[in-house]
């Protein structure tokens, strides 16, 4: 298995409040991505990383902002959190070369609940 | 617009084979993944097709035909634990950023 760690795994805070998601990877991989996951929606990429300080946006950008200042780290962070955000948030890691370039392999996710 | 469609939910018997199917429209391919997720857990990669043709791995097969926008996830010999959702992904462009299906639930009955 990748190693991909997500934290935290659980939270739980109010409407207005920022919070940051932090996803670490062990694997030296080059790309890294934000998703959430709602029913009905499946999963929709937030943010996406293509190395060090290089990000870009995914199809639901809006009201999220990422940072990755070191390879093993992308972050991602809710400004002011409402309860539309609400959601089960995925980070994976992918790299080009690799046997099936850009698999992309997932953390274990953190439920994310914004009253 | 990019768009990709699987059944919602499927139920088949134990020991026996099920088809799930996607059919894609998006701006490009450069390959389609399929994944596994059980409930609460992360999404696991199960295979991937680039070219025409089936791709068999054990007791899963995914075939993909580009002309046709269209993808099978075979699964045979049923077990319990093969109870999950299966998400079909197309790789659209050189980026590497994936679309996804909103997945099919699949249930496995005794």
């Known amino acids: 298995d990748a190693g991909i760690t997500q934290s935290p795994r659980h939270k739980v805070t109010e409407t207005g409040t920022p919070v940051t998601l932090r996803c670490h990877q062990t694997?030296?991989?080059?790309?890294m991505y934000w998703y959430r996951q709602d029913p009905g929606h499946g999963l929709r990429l937030i943010h996406y990383?293509?190395?060090?300080?290089?990000?870009d946006k995914g199809e639901v950008s809006d009201g999220y902002s990422v940072s990755r200042s070191k390879t093993e780290d992308f972050l991602l962070t809710l400004e002011s959190a409402t309860s539309s955000q609400t959601s089960v948030y995925f980070c994976?890691?992918?790299?080009?070369?690799?046997?099936?370039?850009?698999?992309?392999?997932f953390g274990p996710g953190t439920r994310l609940t914004v009253l | 617009g990019q768009n990709i469609d699987q059944p919602t939910e499927m139920t088949a018997t134990e020991g026996a084979i099920v088809q799930i199917n996607c059919t894609y429209q998006?701006?490009?391919?450069?390959?389609l993944f399929w994944y596994q997720q059980h409930a609460g857990e992360a999404p696991t990669f199960l295979s991937y097709?680039?070219?025409?043709g089936l791709e068999e791995k054990g007791r899963f097969s995914s075939f993909l035909s580009r002309s046709k926008g269209y993808s099978y996830l075979l699964l045979k010999e049923l077990q319990m634990k093969d109870s999950a959702s299966y998400l079909c992904?197309?790789?659209?462009?050189?980026?590497?950023?994936?679309?996804f299906g909103q997945g099919t639930e699949l249930s496995v009955k005794p």
């Open positions: 994976a890691i992918s790299e080009m070369g690799d046997r099936v370039p850009d698999t992309q392999y």
């Open positions: 694997e030296n991989h080059r790309y």
């Open positions: 990383s293509y190395g060090v300080k290089d990000t």
């Open positions: 998006t701006s490009g391919f450069n390959g």
């Open positions: 097709n680039v070219l025409d």
């Open positions: 992904a197309v790789n659209h462009n050189q980026g590497g950023k994936l679309i």
